[in-house]
């Protein structure tokens, strides 16, 4: 495992106020080589975003990291200080999210944002900062981009935000780049120009993705890897093929089941049934259980490990338990 | 023509842009511009498009939850666009809309039942002592438990809370729901639900829907017919096996080569469209998509193009197919 990029190990994310603590990211560990793309995908309240944030150290309010390392080139950034996160934090980690207004600076212009990083973090001239974010707009296909660097965000669609954002993210050169629901927000035809500049990106620096999203078409795609999460934790692992060609948590399955085809006509949709729970409202056993419909009592009360069914892939399924038989059924 | 249901002629909605000194009228947003299409009795009419292209406000425009600029809203024959006062509030009952984020169309105040109660006072439809049996009724026909009656919309989740959503357009038992973007809210899982829910009920109650949602593979689930608009004007309207199998309009076809599809072993020929939509207050001339369209040629920058018939329902607006 030396040539792993970033290896998260048992990470546990918690907020925390005087009388209680939640738990919203549980015992998570997975890893990314270099030049890989690994899609974490799940619904809202999974912890996906949480996880992307707890490698940043973004974490908002009263959470923190509980436990757990998160390895970076070798470093664990757990055990980082404030500085030295920073340092590495919008330089060889970068990061775009899902709605670029909320995280470009209203009353700067494109330019200042851009060189500001480089100039702080890479010692650069204005000069030479400039260069490099004119180079970075005209790669993201800005033909104008000596313009661009002299206007501000409100003069710009959301694809062009997006677009602005991926070349403010790329302009230090990251090994890594955690991309969170990228393109939830832009309409199809944007959110086609915006995956496929990922894509040149990825392949001209050999920069890692960790993409975090819940549409699985994206997933199919952009990524080489998976990591399907429920509830906090893990449920599959596995390459994006075996997801979805041998998708084996039955979370997974419902959730590919669900979504209607666009090639072809479905008399009617499968649904998992009842809600998403909260992390205040986790099940107790396995989390999928309640809404799960190949459940055995035992799912209830005992809560399963991962479980090897191929060649990097996992399931956290009592149903590929090596002693399956033993449990008994409904 | 009977069996439609509703005939939408022409619809027009202008928003002024208002500028200078003493605030005159510089210009308009053409938000829907001379749109038509018609909806056949419980059938699913799909109207699909990208942000700001003007399906939200074709769809509030049909209810006159907007004011028409021009056109005709025919339904059951009768121009809504041109009733006031009392026969408008009568004529609504007939056609009911459900709205995109359920928590902020319900009052947060209001318990479920007064919720779901609320349009049947309004309406006076039967007696005071039975409405309450009908909205237990309505509650179990959508699936929510009916003992959580006295509940309030924040203890419920974003897909229990379309059910309240639907529930409120159904106490009328109107003959058409406008359904804003009625699942783009809800996550995979729970949007299947709701769009089972809404087919059960058409099923049910010969409800007819127009269903507006820029989610190109849920449209193609729920209609049985689809159109496409682009920057206010209907660019294609066709059964959707049809629209989806063999798009004419360069956009449609442009549109759908861009949804992602959730295999990876499928390539697909993709059409990548250069640019953004342009501002509905100063739409190019000619074709709307003419600056975007990768087969414009000359006619396309002068002359807009007329909706043109290509057989059974499949209409077009383009000049490739004159």
């Given at each position: 495992m030396s040539q792993a990029l970033l290896q998260i190990e048992n990470l546990k994310t918690v907020f925390e106020n005087t009388k209680s603590a939640v738990t919203v990211v549980d015992d998570i560990s997975f890893s990314m080589n270099k030049g890989e793309t690994l899609a974490l995908v799940g619904e809202s309240g999974c912890g996906k975003s949480m996880t992307s944030l707890s490698i940043m150290g973004l974490l908002p309010g009263t959470g923190k990291v509980a436990q757990g390392k998160i390895m970076f080139e070798g470093n664990d950034l757990t055990k980082k200080s404030v500085e030295d996160i920073s340092k590495i934090r919008g330089n060889k980690i970068a990061m775009i999210f899902q709605e670029p207004m909320t995280s470009l600076n209203p009353v700067l212009k494109i330019g200042d944002q851009m060189t500001e990083g480089l100039i702080l973090?890479?010692?650069?001239?204005k000069k030479e900062a400039e260069a490099r974010a004119i180079e970075r707009l005209k790669l993201v296909g800005f033909a104008r981009a000596t313009d661009i660097m002299n206007?501000?965000?409100?003069?710009?669609?959301g694809g062009m935000r997006q677009r602005v954002m991926i070349a403010m993210a790329m302009s230090t050169d990251p090994q890594l780049l955690i991309a969170d629901e990228p393109t939830t927000a832009l309409d199809v035809t944007i959110q086609a120009q915006v995956l496929e500049l990922m894509r040149d990106v990825k392949a001209e620096f050999e920069t890692s993705i960790l993409l975090i999203t819940h549409d699985l078409g994206v997933v199919a795609e952009m990524a080489d890897r998976v990591v399907v999460m429920y509830a906090g934790k893990v449920v599959e692992e596995a390459s994006v093929f075996d997801v979805f060609e041998k998708s084996s948590h039955p979370y997974t399955e419902g959730l590919l089941k669900s979504v209607p085809n666009l090639e072809s006509d479905q008399t009617r949709l499968y649904s998992i049934r009842g809600n998403v729970p909260t992390p205040e409202e986790f099940p107790i056993g396995c989390r999928f259980a309640p809404r799960?419909?190949?459940?055995?009592?035992?799912c209830f009360d005992h809560a399963p490990d991962l479980y090897r069914v191929g060649d990097r892939h996992q399931v956290r399924c009592f149903l590929y338990h090596p002693e399956k038989g033993t449990f008994s059924h409904e | 023509m009977s069996n439609h249901l509703l005939e939408v002629k022409k619809l027009s909605k202008y928003f002024p842009i208002k500028g200078g000194l003493f605030k005159r009228?510089?210009?308009?947003?053409?938000?829907?511009?001379q749109v038509s299409f018609y909806v056949k009795k419980g059938e699913t009419f799909g109207l699909v498009g990208e942000s700001g292209c003007g399906k939200s406000t074709t769809g509030r425009t049909l209810l006159r939850l907007m004011e028409p600029t021009d056109g005709q809203i025919l339904f059951n024959g009768v121009d809504l666009a041109t009733l006031k006062g009392e026969t408008l509030r009568k004529a609504r009952r007939d056609l009911q809309m459900v709205f995109q984020d359920p928590y902020a169309s319900l009052n947060p105040q209001m318990t479920v039942e007064q919720l779901i109660e609320e349009p049947l006072n309004i309406h006076n439809i039967g007696e005071k002592v039975d409405r309450k049996d009908r909205v237990l009724q309505i509650m179990d026909t959508v699936g929510l438990n009916k003992n959580f009656g006295g509940r309030y919309p924040h203890e419920f989740s974003g897909g229990q809370r379309q059910r309240i959503g639907i529930a409120r357009a159904l106490a009328l038992q109107p003959k058409l729901i406008v359904a804003?973007?009625?699942?783009?809210?809800?996550d995979v899982s729970i949007q299947s639900q709701v769009v089972n829910l809404m087919e059960d009920l058409q099923q049910e109650f010969g409800l007819a829907y127009v269903f507006i949602a820029h989610d190109l593979s849920v449209v193609r689930h729920i209609s049985d017919r689809v159109g496409v608009m682009y920057l206010g004007r209907m660019a294609e309207i066709a059964p959707k096996g049809e629209l989806y199998t063999k798009p004419a309009h360069p956009y449609t076809q442009a549109l759908l080569s861009a949804v992602p599809v959730p295999n990876p072993r499928l390539k697909r020929e993709r059409i990548i469209l250069k640019g953004d939509v342009p501002s509905p207050a100063n739409p190019p001339q000619g074709c709307a998509f003419h600056p975007r369209c990768p087969k414009a040629f000359d006619r396309c920058k002068v002359e807009r193009p007329e909706m043109i018939h290509l057989g059974s329902e499949h209409y077009v607006a383009c000049h490739l197919y004159d």
């Open positions: 973090h890479h010692k650069l001239s206007e501000y965000p409100h003069q710009l669609s799960c419909d190949k459940a055995m009592d035992h | 009228k510089v210009g308009d947003v053409k938000a829907v511009d804003d973007e009625p699942v783009s809210a809800l």
